[in-house]
Nanobody, 117 residues
């Protein structure tokens, strides 16, 4: 069964850093486009960053200059490096990816990121 697995969430002080990882299970699948989303309590899920198969990236204005999305195609993984974290970054972060060869989108279970003030 295909799934995305996130890791790296946790509690950090404001100004700190965290690195999130997203792995696509199964060697038969590869990540095409991918993105990170987040959802805070009582709010809608929002796009944080995206990355194409070639490494082109886009970021939400709220995280530009602080977050970096990257990928390692050989390892079939996507990463989100988060620096200069703010309390408003607190949310559950979800990995999303279009996988090949199925061409279906998958969501991870989410990982909690909590930034203390």
């Amino acid at each position: 069964q295909v799934q995305l697995v996130e890791s790296g969430g946790g509690l950090v002080q404001a100004g700190g850093s965290l690195s999130l990882s997203c792995a696509a299970s199964g060697s038969s699948f590869s990540i095409n486009t991918a993105g990170w989303y987040r959802q805070a309590p009582g709010k809608q899920r929002e796009l944080v960053a995206t990355i194409t198969r070639g490494g082109s990236t886009n970021y939400a204005d709220s995280v530009k200059g602080r977050f970096t999305i990257s990928r390692d195609n050989a390892k079939n993984m996507v990463y989100l490096q988060m620096n200069g974290l703010k309390p408003e970054d607190t949310a559950v972060y979800y990995c999303n990816a279009l996988l090949l060869p199925t061409r279906w989108e998958y969501w991870g279970q989410g990982t909690q990121v909590t930034v203390a003030s």
